[in-house]
């Protein structure tokens, strides 16, 4: 007997529950014409800086059925990396929590390619596509509409039960799900990840990220020289910043993770502040073999450790 709707659901989020993803809601695929005009808003501001490729694809960026012929679904899913264990000494540049263990598209997009074979030997030849911060979709916006939390203020989701400290991943498919709904902003009158911010690159009020002022673009997007304006305002770190999330309180609700692939090499969490100042390109590679932080190049870490001055 065919399964219904409910029942392709259930099969769906036993299965990616059981590949490791901490939450799966499912959301309906159609045209998202509020996050559309948004978007369009936000690059007409220039707060997307040098990353010139968020012009590219705008229509598949705002419509699933563009990138996957007769979408019906957009499964979301949240991958945990919280792992507040995993610093490097006090002494040293920090390096976003994200970006310590191997490249986190690697590690997911494996698990969900496990899971369009299932998915295929379980329903037959369907249309999916599976993605991990690789092609042109509203990640967080396809989230929030499915239910996995809401976009804070400083823009990026929050789930109640979880915090912020995960990955994103969706597949879009043309199998009819059962959809999950959106729930309500939770941030209130918090401003913490406002005031926290040392580049107010999150506007006075929240919910706007002006891209081009934040450390983590500054660190890794950036080409070229840092500008100078931003001299003192690192506040020690060399790629990404978790400064907004380590500020949030929803944050007290996060769990370490569970995932090997994650955790962080001993050669990374011995390194101390004179080893990164005299860090050589042979170095880099090793340090940082199947890293996200492969991203940024050698020069590219080089410049923002200079940039710095920690001597």
């Known amino acids: 007997m065919p399964m219904d709707a409910r029942q392709k659901t259930n099969w769906v989020k036993e299965k990616l529950i059981h590949l490791g993803f901490s939450s799966v ?38 419509d699933p059925r563009k990138l996957v012929d007769g979408a019906k679904s957009v499964i979301c899913l949240l991958y945990n990396y919280y792992n507040p264990n995993s610093e490097l000494s006090s002494e040293s540049p920090k390096l976003s929590m994200y970006a310590y263990g191997r490249d986190y ?14 998915l295929k030997g379980e329903f037959g ?37 979880r915090g912020s400290y995960f990955f994103l991943a969706e597949v879009i498919m043309d199998l009819e799900l059962e959809y999950d709904q959106s729930i309500r902003d939770h941030c209130g009158t918090c401003t913490q990840c406002i005031d926290a911010c040392p580049t107010d690159a999150i506007s006075p009020k929240g919910y706007v990220m002006d891209g081009s002022k934040c450390i983590s673009y500054l660190t890794i997007e ?74 940024t190049k050698y020069e590219g870490l080089k410049r923002n450790i200079e940039f710095l001055d920690l001597r």
């Open 25 to 62: 809601s499912v959301a309906k695929a159609e045209f998202m014409e509020p996050e559309a005009r948004r978007l369009e808003q936000w690059l007409n501001q220039g707060f997307h800086g040098e990353m010139g490729y968020m012009e590219n694809y705008f229509e598949l960026r705002v």
């Open 105 to 118: 598209h690697k590690v997911i997009k494996k698990k969900l390619k496990a899971f369009l074979r299932e």
């Open 125 to 161: 030849d369907i249309n999916a596509r599976a993605f991990v911060d690789s092609a042109p979709v509203l990640e967080r916006d396809w989230a929030r509409r499915s239910g996995l939390g809401w976009v804070g203020k400083h823009t990026l989701l929050i789930s109640k039960q």
């Open 222 to 295: 950036k080409k070229g020289d840092i500008p100078s304006e931003f001299n003192d305002k690192m506040e020690g770190w060399m790629y990404g910043c978790d400064i907004c999330q380590q500020v949030c309180p929803w944050n007290r609700f996060s769990k370490p993770h569970s995932e090997a692939a994650f955790l962080p090499n001993n050669e990374l969490t011995s390194m101390r502040k004179i080893d990164w100042l005299n860090l050589s390109e042979e170095q880099f590679n090793q340090l940082f073999e199947g890293s996200a932080v492969k991203r």
